[in-house]
């Protein structure tokens, strides 16, 4: 089993939709990251979590420490959030990435 | 501009022959790592380095090696020993190791193909 199990794999939404992906993991942690990787590979961090919830424009990420379970919520969604979101979590000086969720955004 | 750079962008290897990926960072971070991605799977760490002139395996290390001699550099070479090598692959960097409340910065990764 991995240490870090995301849902959906894959996510289709037409624009405007509220999206909800999920992360579940088995570890205590010390942090969880919520990542997007663009269609040409490259990574960018959108939150990095110890407890509770953060926004960031259109973006909300929230954290149960007790369930172990994360998710990132996007608002108002719109083709240019078409990307794929990777859960991480942090323990130690290790690191665990979930297999990520595709999301794809219609107009 | 700070940031992570990664070349060249897509490599194409003849089996049998070792590779090696460029990473370099500006950010003056200590800390850097590489990173293994597979279609359908999270990424998976190859090596990392806590400081120039130290480094250590990850989970996926045979068949690859880094060096650090400088703190902007740590380049991986795939040897001929790595029996799957097509994959593409992430620089990271990150200020410290300090137990998990630093954020990782990526490179925009590397895609080898192993004809």
């Known amino acids: 089993k991995n240490e870090v199990e995301q849902s959906p794999q894959n996510l289709t939404a037409q624009e405007g939709e509220f999206i909800t992906i999920n992360c579940s993991y088995s570890?205590?942690?010390?942090?969880l990251h919520w990542l997007q990787q663009h269609p040409g590979g490259g990574i960018v961090s959108l939150f990095m979590?110890?407890?509770g919830k953060k926004k960031h424009g259109r973006l909300i990420a929230t954290i149960n420490i007790q369930e172990k379970h994360s998710s990132l919520h996007i608002t108002a969604s719109h083709p240019r959030d078409s990307a794929v979101y990777i859960c991480?979590?942090?323990?130690?000086?290790?690191?665990?990435f979930g297999a990520g969720t595709r999301l794809t955004v219609k107009p | 501009d700070g940031g992570i750079t990664q070349s060249p962008k897509y490599l194409f290897r003849k089996e049998g022959q070792n590779v090696t990926l460029s990473c370099e960072q500006n950010?003056?971070?200590?800390?850097m790592y590489w990173y293994r991605q597979d279609p359908g799977q999270g990424l998976r760490l190859i090596y990392y380095?806590?400081?120039?002139?130290?480094?250590q395996k990850g989970d996926i290390a045979e068949g690859y090696s880094v060096s650090r001699e400088k703190k902007e550099s740590f380049p991986l070479t795939v040897t001929s020993a790595q029996k799957n090598p097509t994959a593409f692959y992430l620089c990271?960097?990150?200020?410290?190791?300090?137990?998990?409340?630093?954020?990782?910065?990526f490179g925009p990764g590397t895609r080898l193909t192993v004809l």
């Open positions: 990271a960097s990150s200020i410290g190791l300090t137990g998990g409340t630093d954020t990782q910065y």
């Open positions: 991480a979590v942090r323990f130690g000086n290790d690191m665990r």
């Open positions: 380095s806590q400081i120039v002139n130290d480094f």
């Open positions: 570890v205590g942690i010390s942090a």
């Open positions: 979590l110890s407890s």
């Open positions: 950010l003056n971070h200590d800390a």
